[in-house]
């Protein structure tokens, strides 16, 4: 029992079941955006042709594209949405939003990493790259979304607007579809899976869970919000028991 007891603390609630479910989601249709999209582009590469006869022809690879890039649009719309009327009606805080402290943040990191600080930047919900990534997607996405709409109604677009927006849009569509695939495939991939702090997996965004470990290296002010206690007790507390298996660790001899 106690052992249970003493588990479930270790383990701390940090995604909802609507925000697991929102990722999965997000997940799915970008890979088929992104399959999709760059098999158009590069359709002289031989995986590309491959893919597009898997699929049974352009014409359906197409019709998926504008099918998930409908529903992504849903998807962005919504996420923008419930954001706002959290943070209006039900007093949910920004966490989001980027501050003096991130910049901060940035800076106090990159001293430690020379050895001019001695412990990292203690960082709130969400720390100042995890902010960077939301808002190079959200936008990046937003921006797919306006080109993409350009390029599925063109003649509407032309009535309105001047016709060189269209090739404009296609140029912005291709290069940037291009960038933020290698933007999430380096970037993302890698603070998710390979990074050292969570290999082979980061496992918060699916099962909703972070270990109270890695709550304290990197979001403390949170931590320390949650359990109503002094973000230094935290820490300390931390220090202590790593010092403390430092001395329980069997002799290798
Ligand atoms: C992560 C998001 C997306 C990625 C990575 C992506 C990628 C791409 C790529 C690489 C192309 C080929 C461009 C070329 O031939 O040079 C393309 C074409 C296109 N995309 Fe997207 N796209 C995304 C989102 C969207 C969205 C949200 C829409 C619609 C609202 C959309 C609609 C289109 C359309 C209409 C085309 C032209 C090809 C066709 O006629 O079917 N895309 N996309």
Redesign the pocket.
Known sequence: MQKSGMMKKERIRRFSTARIIEHLLIIVT?VT??AT??S??FWTFHVSKWFILKMGGIDNV?FI??FA??I??IELILHLLIAVMGVTFKQWQPTMFITKKDFADAKHNMRYYFGFENHPARCDRFDYMEKFEYWTILTG?LL??LT??I??FPALVARFLPGEIIPSA?AL??NE?TL??LLNAVWHIYNSIFSPDVFPLDTSIFTGHISRERMVREHPIELAQMEGVDIEKIVENNHRSAAGQEEAKPSPL
Do not use: E, P, V
Request: charged letters at 15%; glycine letters at 14%; one cysteine or more.
């Open positions: 970008t955006l992104f999209g760059l158009q582009r197409r594209h504008r890039g409908l992504f649009c996405g797919m979304i993409g709409l390029l599925w296609k569509h291709s579809a933020i695939f």
